[in-house]
């Protein structure tokens, strides 16, 4: 018993050192808690879930190509080196008399040479084959005869004939594969807990392909899509990977926690950082296509959602911590539980910021090389804004991580069972020595026991000498 509330004992999942028992108020508080979160999230997901004929007829007016305009595959038939000199930056000039980027027969340099892979309406029977211009990265990047790449097809007109421009690789095959090895590794080294975690992964991206994005197209605002979408994904994600248990509420206690903070955060720094959302030329198409939608909005929207990873394993494990210290330690109060989980949450804070950190730095290295090659000061380049998005977005996905690991700590200190009292030495027994099998002690090895006191052994020492005789061994039984 703790503060005089009864315990239930309860299995928390595979790998567990045995039972833990679960404070009743503590656990009652936190499923009142989710409760009203889970309830909170289904009429959110209701009230905000995007209107269909709208979301279409956005999409639906919104092209990425002029009409008649068509993206046919070809395979390389032949790759010619990067040119040098005035067209090292362009590739090869196109071809007197033809549009788009169709160059030559005769080129040496900057180029490919495609065979579509299905005749145009213009072709007969005949699959054309083509020259196309590419940029330098292109004809460097390993391409090769076999490889299959995808053009831009623009129809001929009356005195004009169609025309061709370079698309991009087709790597369906490579990614396919990387994929199917992903698919195989997690559920051979997880096993199921690695299929349940896929499967989490797989709803969590239908939430935003079906929910999220397109709530956002409709105009809804970024904050409430992002909370909402955010909470419905730790819900299902949390407990379909991880199992229905105490355990699990926890870690989904502290992470919604760190959700709310990291929100707070990212609206108020976009808010005080002046930043507009639009730092680059995909900003500003999503700017220009869906003006119901502010680009701040969509900013604090990414802000949250790219802090959910790092968050939900931040607190499984601070929960998970604490349970294996309960089990381990059933003697140790709330507070030494509190402060051992700590200390473990500080190695891992101090390695998930690393993880933050790079990984924002590894998608902004492209930007990171051209800021550093104009030699401006690094104040005045982090003050650009595609830094100041950056930095906004790990910094504060940061902070939120950071204070999940105390609340989640503490809640789950609160939620498994009080210290208990160890049991009571029995008479006679204790000591630190332990006597072997040879009638002073019993083998602490063998049956569980310590072994004689200092009290038994000086009793033992001063008692009458052992019986020289059986008649003697008798007349000692017969006079007890």
């Known amino acids: 018993?703790?503060?005089?509330?009864?315990?239930?004992?309860?299995?928390?999942?595979?790998?567990?050192?045995?039972?833990?028992?679960?404070?009743?108020?503590?656990?009652?508080?936190?499923?009142?808690?989710?409760?009203?979160?889970?309830?909170?999230?289904?009429?959110?997901?209701?009230?905000?879930?995007?209107?269909?004929?709208?979301?279409?007829?956005?999409?639906?007016?919104?092209?990425?190509?002029?009409?008649?305009?068509?993206?046919?595959?070809?395979?390389?038939?032949?790759?010619?080196?990067?040119?040098?000199?005035?067209?090292?930056?362009?590739?090869?000039?196109?071809?007197?008399?033809?549009?788009?980027?169709?160059?030559?027969?005769?080129?040496?340099?900057?180029?490919v040479t495609v065979q579509l892979e299905h005749p145009t309406a213009t072709s007969g029977d005949v699959r054309p084959t083509v020259s196309v211009s590419v940029p330098p990265a292109v004809s460097t990047s390993g391409l090769q005869p076999g490889d299959t790449v995808q053009l831009l097809r623009i129809p001929g007109g009356k005195s004009q004939p169609e025309s061709y421009s370079f698309l991009q690789v087709q790597r369906g095959a490579p990614l396919s594969l990387m994929l199917a090895l992903f698919l195989v590794v997690v559920a051979v080294v997880a096993?199921?807990?690695?299929?349940?975690?896929?499967?989490?992964?797989?709803?969590?991206?239908?939430?935003?392909?079906?929910?999220?994005?397109?709530?956002?197209?409709?105009?809804?605002?970024?904050?409430?899509?992002?909370?909402?979408?955010?909470?419905?994904?730790?819900?299902?994600v949390l407990y379909l990977a991880h199992g229905l248990s105490v355990r699990t509420s926890t870690a989904l206690a502290g992470t919604l926690f760190g959700v709310a903070i990291t929100a707070g955060l990212g609206l108020l720094a976009v808010d005080l950082a002046r930043l507009s959302g639009v730092a680059d030329d995909e900003g500003a198409l999503v700017a220009g296509f869906v003006t119901s939608l502010k680009p701040q909005e969509l900013l604090t929207c990414a802000i949250i959602v790219a802090g959910l990873g790092v968050l939900n394993d931040v607190t499984i494990t601070q929960s998970s911590a604490v349970w294996e210290l309960r089990a381990a330690a059933p003697s140790l109060g709330r507070r030494e539980l509190f402060r051992s989980g700590m200390r473990i949450g500080r190695d891992h804070i101090a390695s998930t910021i690393y993880t933050i950190v790079f990984a924002y730095a590894g998608a902004a290295l492209p930007v990171l090389l051209l800021l550093f090659l104009y030699e401006r000061p690094v104040l005045d380049l982090l003050q650009t804004e595609s830094m100041s998005e950056e930095i906004v977005r790990t910094l504060a996905s940061a902070i939120g991580l950071v204070l999940a690991v105390p609340v989640t700590t503490a809640i789950a200190a609160l939620t498994v069972g009080g210290a208990k009292e160890e049991p009571p030495v029995p008479a006679g027994v204790g000591g630190d020595s332990a006597a072997g099998p040879d009638g002073l002690g019993r083998d602490p090895e063998h049956d569980g026991h310590r072994g004689p006191s200092a009290a038994d052994l000086v009793a033992a020492a001063g008692g009458p000498p052992p019986p020289a005789t059986r008649a003697e061994a008798r007349a000692r039984m017969a006079a007890r």
């Open 1 to 111: 018993m703790a503060g005089g509330h009864s315990h239930t004992h309860s299995h928390d999942g595979p790998g567990s050192r045995g039972s833990v028992a679960v404070s009743v108020l503590a656990r009652v508080g936190l499923t009142l808690l989710l409760v009203a979160a889970a309830a909170v999230t289904v009429f959110g997901v209701v009230r905000y879930w995007p209107d269909d004929a709208r979301t279409a007829n956005q999409v639906g007016a919104t092209a990425y190509a002029a009409p008649g305009v068509t993206f046919p595959v070809a395979e390389v038939t032949k790759v010619l080196p990067a040119c040098e000199g005035a067209d090292a930056a362009t590739g090869a000039k196109p071809a007197a008399g033809q549009g788009g980027d169709v160059v030559s027969a005769d080129a040496t340099c900057g180029a």
């Open 191 to 236: 096993r199921w807990r690695g299929v349940l975690a896929l499967a989490g992964l797989g709803f969590g991206g239908l939430v935003v392909v079906k929910f999220m994005l397109p709530a956002l197209i409709s105009g809804q605002s970024g904050l409430l899509v992002a909370l909402i979408g955010s909470s419905a994904i730790m819900f299902v």
